[in-house]
């Protein structure tokens, strides 16, 4: 890399690292990029001031972090694969993603907004992503690319949304993803993928987890494990689980 900076996130996430036309990103801070400076990280126990100060790091890097994404996805570099997004960085509504997406492992703080967007490039990759902000939408997102992952993504907040989306291409993998957040919305969402969808090991540790009018028309696909309590009200709830894991058998 450019003046033997190499910067210190996980070598797997190295080659976001770059501004358009492939050129490497200079350090910003303590070794990282701007995409991949964590911020201020406590090394005890976060209290309130600590964690003020986490944030306020995290803030302090936005304005340089814009400059970057603006770059990036200007000339349609959009691997940001291990990328901390600030608080404000992550507004991505009605954005074509029309060649190799890449959010693998990255960590959204502040509320994120996908809703609309439309990823049809050969690979979409959230698997690993953090999603610790209050509202997660991607509603009426259209993921048609060959091979669309949320492998192990990790959902928190209140809201996650994925209320008619729409899952086309090859195969969708949700495996293994935790959905934590108050309320988590499938409601209307389409997997079509021609060969797998696949839900297999996901947590549903949301108080509402909605799947109504939910449609799987692929080859071959998993459900979900665990219907929420309000979808399949308490004598049915059982039932309904051992039904699922049934299916699941087959
Ligand atoms: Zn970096």
Redesign the pocket.
Known sequence: MADGFT???DGQ??S??KVSRGED?PEYKDG??V??YPGYVPTQDVEAHEFAKFEKTLEEKREEFEKVRASKLDCGDYDFS?TIFAEGTSAFKDFEFDAQTNFAGAKFIGDVNFSGAKFSAEDTNFSAAQFSSEWIYFEEAQFSSKQTYFLGAQFYGKQTRFWRAQFAGFVTHFSTAQFHSKLTNFAHAQFHSSSTTAFTGVEFRSEETFFMEATFLAGWWTLPELPSRREFPSGERKQRREELSGWERD
């Open positions: 910067c210190k996130v996430y190295l976001a690292c990103l990282y990029c995409l991949h291990g």
